[in-house]
């Protein structure tokens, strides 16, 4: 099993650009979610999703758009990049039940300038 | 809206020296669950507490969670280089099924 897998690594984007971060899970878990990890705040929680077809708004999610067209993928896409969209993005899945442990990729860095 | 608070948010030890990092949570929490971030890297769980007053230990890190399930700490016994990292403890999100509050961490170095 890879497990969670982001791409890109690292990316520069322009400010006014558009990127899809990509995200796929093997371990067929039913919710996947997108934070962001800015310095000294924590996670931050984007949008996740429950399964295939369902998404729904995190604690920040202006700036950004989802989708779950199968349970192994769970892009984010950010439409018109801003500088405050520089940070550390990662995904995580997670098997359903309350008390299942998130399972993380290894992010994706990005700089908005 | 729910909060879950961390402290101290940085921690600087000399190697052999104990640590402890503190979570604070504003609301009841049916479980916590711990996190370890290597620097570069990316968190990976720890550990999951579930009952109140509970006390879990893995080699030299103990983990309680307190009698009325807001608060939880984190114990390493005698740091070495290798506990290097930002450690988050996360909560779930009150009715809202697996979704997790995380702390903003306590990044703890260790001088050798």
């Known amino acids: 099993n890879a497990g969670v897998t982001q791409t890109p690594k690292f990316r520069i984007l322009k400010i006014g650009q558009s990127m899809t971060l990509q995200c796929a899970q093997d371990?067929?878990?039913?919710?996947m979610y997108w934070y962001r990890q800015d310095p000294g705040m924590g996670l931050k929680l984007i949008y996740y999703?429950?399964?295939?077809?369902?998404?729904d708004k995190g604690e920040v999610p202006n700036g950004y758009n989802v989708s779950r067209s199968t349970t192994e993928d769970f892009p984010l896409r950010l439409e018109l990049a801003a500088p405050s969209q520089t940070s550390v993005y990662f995904c995580a899945s997670q098997p359903a039940g309350r008390n299942s442990p998130l399972h993380f990729g290894n992010g994706t860095r990005l700089t908005v300038t | 809206g729910q909060q879950v608070m961390q402290i101290p948010q940085y921690q600087h030890v000399q190697e052999g020296e104990d640590f402890t990092t503190y979570c604070n949570s504003s609301t009841t929490l049916s479980n916590i669950q711990w996190y370890k971030q290597r620097p570069g890297g990316h968190p990976v769980f720890l550990i999951q507490l579930v009952k109140s007053g509970e006390v879990k230990k893995q080699k030299r890190l103990t983990f309680q969670f307190g009698e009325a399930k807001k608060n939880s700490s984190l114990h390493i016994t005698a740091t070495q280089t290798t506990d290097v990292g930002t450690y988050f403890c996360?909560?779930?999100?009150?009715?809202?099924?697996?979704?997790?509050?995380f702390g903003q961490g306590t990044e703890l170095s260790v001088k050798p």
């Open positions: 999703s429950v399964g295939a077809g369902i998404t």
């Open positions: 996360a909560g779930p999100i009150y009715n809202q099924g697996g979704k997790l509050i």
């Open positions: 371990m067929n878990h039913n919710y």
